[in-house]
């Protein structure tokens, strides 16, 4: 308005408005109806987007994918009675892509009880946690501000998983990948844990899928366990 010598009054008149109304859209941030925006912004010879950003239309959302069952927030609002009971269920197969997730086995102590049980009923298990002494697992704690912890942790998990080495149907590997999200499946059921810079897992936010066909998003992250799976590290015995 200044560069074009526009006054409250004199812009009113020719967008055909209250001159308060022009001094809300200046003092107060209001938006106009659109048509009067637009009318405003020729006048002015501005972009009318840049003026009231407000009045760019969001498309509409797509619809929500057939494969989502439930979204969190935080992976501090999963019960680990919904990991537990995932694993209960599961008849084919139980895979666990982390780097050292030891609250499942913190706050269910019977964890790798459980886990014999699926195996001994002929579940096949593949656990994958984070190698203490690699350089990316490493890189994960100073990103997350926990520093030499992320290590301590995945020591912590090898622990936990350890006594589970030489039953059969488990196999227990460790991965030295850059992880972008954890996976805990279930047949075809998938808890994708994101991750994201700056903070620890617990904080950064869950999703639960649900296979319903080919090439959707579970299949996507079955898909990413595999690549890492072939490329982690059998832990052996002792």
Same mark, same amino acid.
């Given at each position: 308005?200044?560069?074009?010598?526009?006054?409250?009054?004199?812009?009113?008149?020719?967008?055909?408005?209250?001159?308060?109304?022009?001094?809300?859209?200046?003092?107060?941030?209001?938006?106009?109806?659109?048509?009067?925006?637009?009318?405003?912004?020729?006048?002015?010879?501005?972009?009318?987007?840049?003026?009231?950003?407000?009045?760019?239309?969001?498309?509409?959302?797509?619809?929500?994918?057939?494969?989502?069952?439930?979204?969190?927030?935080?992976?501090?609002?999963?019960?680990?009675?919904?990991?537990?009971?995932?694993?209960?269920?599961?008849?084919?197969?139980?895979? +666990? #892509? %982390?780097? $050292?997730? /030891?609250?499942?086995?913190? *706050? @269910?102590?019977?964890?790798?009880?459980? =886990? &014999? !049980?699926?195996?001994?009923?002929?579940?096949?298990?593949?656990?994958?946690?984070?190698?203490?002494?690699?350089?990316?697992?490493?890189?994960?704690?100073?990103?997350?501000?926990?520093?030499?912890?992320?290590?301590?942790?995945?020591?912590?998990?090898?622990?936990?998983?350890?006594?589970?080495?030489?039953?059969?149907?488990?196999?227990?590997?460790?991965?030295?990948?850059?992880?972008?999200?954890?996976?805990?499946?279930?047949?075809?059921? +998938? #808890? %994708?844990? $994101?991750? /994201?810079?700056?903070?620890? *897992? @617990?904080?950064?936010?869950?999703?639960? =899928? &649900? !296979?319903?066909?080919?090439?959707?998003?579970?299949?996507?992250?079955?898909?990413?366990?595999?690549?890492?799976?072939?490329?982690?590290?059998?832990?052996?015995?002792?």
């Amino acid at each position: 308005m200044n560069a074009g010598g526009w006054t409250y009054a004199s812009l009113a008149e020719k967008a055909e408005v209250d001159p308060k109304s022009v001094e809300r859209w200046v003092n107060l941030g209001r938006t106009p109806r659109r048509a009067t925006a637009f009318a405003a912004a020729e006048l002015l010879r501005e972009d009318v987007y840049a003026l009231w950003p407000a009045l760019r239309q969001v498309r509409a959302a797509r619809t929500l994918s057939p494969e989502l069952v439930a979204l969190y927030g935080r992976r501090a609002d999963l019960p680990v009675s919904s990991v537990v009971d995932l694993f209960a269920q599961a008849r084919a197969r139980i895979d +666990v #892509l %982390v780097y $050292a997730a /030891v609250f499942l086995h913190e *706050a @269910y102590p019977p964890l790798n009880d459980l =886990l &014999r !049980r699926r195996a001994a009923d002929g579940c096949a298990i593949r656990i994958a946690v984070g190698d203490p002494d690699d350089r990316s697992v490493q890189q994960r704690g100073r990103e997350e501000k926990f520093g030499h912890g992320i290590e301590s942790r995945c020591r912590l998990a090898l622990m936990h998983y350890r006594p589970l080495i030489g039953t059969a149907g488990i196999e227990v590997r460790t991965h030295r990948t850059t992880l972008y999200n954890s996976l805990y499946r279930a047949d075809d059921q +998938v #808890l %994708v844990n $994101a991750h /994201v810079w700056g903070a620890n *897992a @617990y904080a950064a936010p869950v999703w639960h =899928l &649900r !296979r319903t066909g080919d090439g959707g998003m579970f299949d996507t992250y079955a898909e990413s366990f595999g690549a890492v799976w072939a490329t982690a590290t059998p832990v052996e015995e002792g």
